[in-house]
């Protein structure tokens, strides 16, 4: 049974430090969505490949997130540097197409 | 930008009641999926509707896509403690790259 993996599961920072996250898609899924989940702002989307290109990240803060597909089985969330309003559940999906979507295990993050 | 919302947030039931969640868009869409993440889980993929009217059964899963494809409903009949979770619509607007927004989500919860 194919699924999403990421790593790591959970990570607690400290303000400042730079975190990274990783995900592996579905093999032959050419879309990846890294989302961010708070109790706050529900599911945000942070950024949108399709085919390893970036689509979309206009939901990422620019000036700290970053994200990349090195590539077709590693999509990387880079916050460089870390604060605490960071602090939340990082998912990655991948898709064949944008409307079925099969979510990771999320990272969860914690930025003291 | 594109908007999703549902309602209500939060539903409370008493175990073999029915609940239905509402999701409406800003902007008329191509099709709608429908997702349940579990508590502490994430988001599953549970179905995707295209055409205006639809109507589509899971078991005690019914889910609708309004005539102008700007609104949708997930009616479940008696419902179970195992419904428990948070259910998610998300939105395909028409035209440029396939554009996922996801809405605001529906916690449920049962009283057994």
Wanted: aromatic share 10%; hydrophobic share 30%.
């Amino acid at each position: 049974d194919a699924r999403v993996t990421q790593t790591p599961r959970h990570k607690v920072t400290e303000m400042g430090q730079e975190v990274t996250m990783r995900c592996q898609p579905i093999l032959g899924h050419n879309t990846v969505f890294w989302y961010r989940q708070t109790m706050m702002q529900g599911l945000e989307l942070l950024a949108y490949f399709r085919n390893r290109a970036p689509l979309d990240d206009s939901g990422m803060p620019k000036d700290r997130f970053s994200a990349e597909m090195p590539d077709a089985t590693l999509a990387t969330l880079k916050i460089q540097p870390s604060e605490p309003r960071d602090s939340a559940v990082y998912f990655c999906a991948s898709g064949p197409r944008p409307d079925t979507q099969y979510f990771g295990p999320g990272t969860r993050l914690t930025v003291l | 930008g594109q908007q999703v919302m549902q309602i209500p947030q939060y539903q409370h039931v008493q175990e073999g009641e029915d609940f239905t969640t509402y999701c409406n868009s800003s902007t008329t869409l191509s099709n709608i999926q429908w997702y349940k993440q579990r508590p502490g889980g994430h988001p599953v993929f549970l179905i995707q509707l295209v055409k205006s009217g639809e109507v589509k059964k899971q078991k005690r899963l019914t889910f609708q896509f309004g005539e102008a494809k700007k609104n949708s409903s997930l009616h479940i009949t008696a419902t179970q403690t195992t419904d428990v979770g948070t259910y998610f619509c998300a939105g395909v607007k028409s035209g440029g790259y396939q554009k996922v927004t996801f809405g605001t989500g529906t916690k449920l919860q049962v009283i057994p």
